[in-house]
Each structure stands twice: as structure tokens, then as C-alpha cells.
């Protein structure tokens, strides 16, 4: 069974840093893509970054520039550095990984920007 474990999410004034980290129960854990997705209150799920199995990163406009997300395949972990943030970053965050079509989440680490 995958297991998706969030953590690192917190409280952090606007122009802060914080670095979500998930880690993955799955033993090839490096044959697969991983997102990281994020939920504001009352609004839809979006999806924030992606990362290939090869490393290959893309971000959502809203974020390029104060976001990387990067891959340990030997830790079996995916992280998202968030630098310069801001209070619409503010939201639940997710990570996410796609097995023959079928999708798992973790349980969602909140990440709270206070202005």
C-alpha cells in the first residue's frame, strides 16, 4: 500500500521560507513523477509543481521563482522550497503520486503566510 507523508508545513510571516518535505512507502518510489498540489480555503485544489523521474521540474505561474521542488530517490522522499511567500500562499498542501491511474495523496501539511 502507498503511504504519502507530509510534514514541514507552519505559521511564517510574508518574505518567509519553509521547506515541506514528503516521504513515499513505495520501493520504487524512483520510476515515478511527483506533485505537490495545494487547497486555499474554499477554493479548488491546484497543482503547485511537478517533478519527473528524471528531475525534470515545472511550477504553476503563480509560484516560479520562489518555489523549487527537488527529489531524493535514495531517501525515497520529494520536497518543495518555498522562499519569498506570501499570504495567498496560504493553504493546505498536498503531495501527490499517480500509479496506473490511480491517484494518492497524503494527509496535507498547512502552510499559514500572515501579512
Known amino acids: 500500500q502507498v503511504q504519502l507523508v507530509e510534514s514541514g508545513g507552519g505559521l511564517v510571516q510574508a518574505g518567509g521560507s519553509l521547506r515541506l518535505s514528503c516521504a513515499a512507502s513505495i520501493s520504487i518510489f524512483r520510476f515515478y513523477g511527483m506533485d505537490w498540489y495545494r487547497q486555499a480555503p474554499g477554493k479548488q485544489r491546484e497543482v503547485v509543481a511537478t517533478i519527473t523521474s528524471g528531475g525534470s521540474a515545472n511550477y504553476a505561474d503563480s509560484v516560479k521563482g520562489r518555489f523549487t521542488i527537488s527529489r531524493d530517490n535514495a531517501e525515497k522522499k520529494v520536497f518543495l522550497q518555498m522562499i519569498s511567500l506570501k499570504p495567498e500562499d496560504t493553504a493546505v498542501y498536498y503531495c501527490?503520486?499517480?500509479?496506473?491511474?490511480?491517484?494518492?495523496w497524503g494527509q496535507g501539511t498547512r502552510v499559514t503566510v500572515s501579512s
Open positions: 501527490h503520486l499517480q500509479i496506473d491511474g490511480r491517484d494518492y
